[in-house]
C-alpha cells in the first residue's frame, strides 16, 4: 500500500501564491514519477506538472511559467509552486504518483484531493 498525504492548498487572491506538496509513503521500492492534477467543476481532470526520478518536468502550457514542480532527489516528496494565480486555476488538485512496489510490480496512487480558491 502507498500512501499519499497532500497538504498546502486553501484560498489565494489573484496574484498571489501557494506551494502544495505530496508525500508518499508505504511499500514504495523506487518512484518513477511524481505529479499534480487538477479538476475544476465538472470538467475532465488534466495535468498540471510532473517529474520523473531524473527529475524531468513536464509542465502544462496553461501554466507554464507561473508554476514549477520540485523534489529533492532521493526523497518521496513533491512540490508544486504555484505563483501568479489567476482564478481559472481553482480546482481541487491530485497528486498521482507511480513507483515500483518492489522490482517488478509497479502502483499508481491518487491522493485525495486538496482545493485551490483563487479569488479576489
Known amino acids: 500500500q502507498v500512501q499519499l498525504v497532500e497538504s498546502g492548498g486553501g484560498w489565494a487572491q489573484p496574484g498571489e501564491s501557494l506551494r502544495l506538496s505530496c508525500e508518499a509513503s508505504?511499500?514504495?521500492?523506487?518512484?518513477?514519477?511524481m505529479g499534480w492534477y487538477r479538476q475544476a467543476s465538472e470538467n475532465q481532470r488534466e495535468l498540471v506538472a510532473l517529474?520523473?526520478?531524473?527529475?524531468?518536468?513536464n509542465t502544462a502550457d496553461s501554466v507554464k511559467g507561473r508554476f514549477t514542480i520540485s523534489r529533492i532527489s532521493g526523497q518521496n516528496t513533491a512540490y508544486l509552486h504555484m505563483n501568479s494565480l489567476k482564478p481559472e486555476d481553482t480546482a481541487v488538485y491530485y497528486c498521482y504518483v507511480v513507483g515500483y512496489y518492489n522490482e517488478s510490480s509497479v502502483f499508481h496512487s491518487w491522493g485525495h484531493g486538496t482545493q485551490v480558491t483563487v479569488s479576489p
Open positions: 517529474i520523473t526520478a531524473s527529475l524531468a518536468t
Open positions: 508505504g511499500t514504495i521500492f523506487s518512484i518513477t514519477s
